[in-house]
């Protein structure tokens, strides 16, 4: 026989209707004398006689009552495509720390890229009051944006932009970035540079490809004959998939990719097909998430300001919610390049 004593139960939480009976008043009265706002309404010596009862029987305010009272809950939801990706990390922990500065806490989501995820988690998340919500999640087609509204929960776009969004948004300039992907390409002297595009419905995708074929042009390349594989999502496995068509159809000698994720998949599709990065094959990524320095050889990329991403979101946020539809409604950052060991000119030019 077990000699394990059953846990201990917990105390009831003390009541304002518990408060009430011992201090001999209506539970009314015990509300008044505890709200700052309310406790002129009753005499000193019942407002002492009630904060003492309620200090001795541990009564505390409930912060879910208070929220359905005032619609109110002092958190904020925040979304994001995929937690495995390193390039949210430090967008939501800059945002999570800008929001606990002004008294919020935070509920991360993943939302997997699925739409039908993504929509179920905003309406868990609006039937628990949040205050508002932070998306870096969204994509062509997302009603995300359309339950926020019929909630009426403020709320901001960080990292992609929706087309037609009235919501505020923080993104990079994206075509920006590629134009000194494909600049500094072309400097090496790469006149055949592919691109691998990022998954059909995301805005970081298309206005990359569309940078990128923008930077060709400016060039003097045929941007209509720039070799193009689109990955069916940010991640590894898709972009190796994507790369292995590119090698199959050939005829070029750098690879700009739309995210960092897919250059993982570059790298091991080159090096599959007897190919060495740098050496062979150029690659750039974009994002210069963390580890991405690490990998061999290391990765020439477009860095985003990943902490003031979070950061300015937190504070569109804050001002929506403050004051609805007044504030910014998009913030662009300024990507720069980094250059690393996977860009060396092309062979035999």
Known sequence: MSSRRPPAEQPARATITDVAREAGVHASTVSRALNPATRGMVTEAVAARVAEVAERLGWRPSTLAAGLRTRRSRSIGILVPDLVNPVFPPIVRAAEARLAEAGYVTFVANTDTDPAREATIVERMAAHLVDGLMLASATEGSQALAICERFGIPTVLVNR?????????????DARGMA?????????????????AGPPGVSTASDRLRGFRDALASHGLDAKAAPVAVAEAYSREA???????LIER???????AANDMLCLGIYDALEAAGLAVGRDVSVTGFNDMPFVDRIHPPLTT?????????????????AEMAEPGEGEREVVLQPELVVRSSTAPPRNV
Request: glycine share 14%; proline share 2%.
């Open 161 to 173: 932009r929706q087309p037609g969004s009235r919501h505020g948004t923080v993104v990079h300039d």
């Open 180 to 196: 000194l992907v494909v600049g500094h390409l072309h400097a090496l002297g790469h006149r055949a540079i592919a691109h691998l």
């Open 239 to 245: 972009g190796r998939s994507a790369m292995v068509s």
């Open 250 to 256: 050939g005829g070029f000698t750098a690879v700009a």
């Open 302 to 318: 477009v860095r985003i300001q990943h902490a003031e991403m979070g950061r300015r979101a937190a504070e569109l946020l804050l």
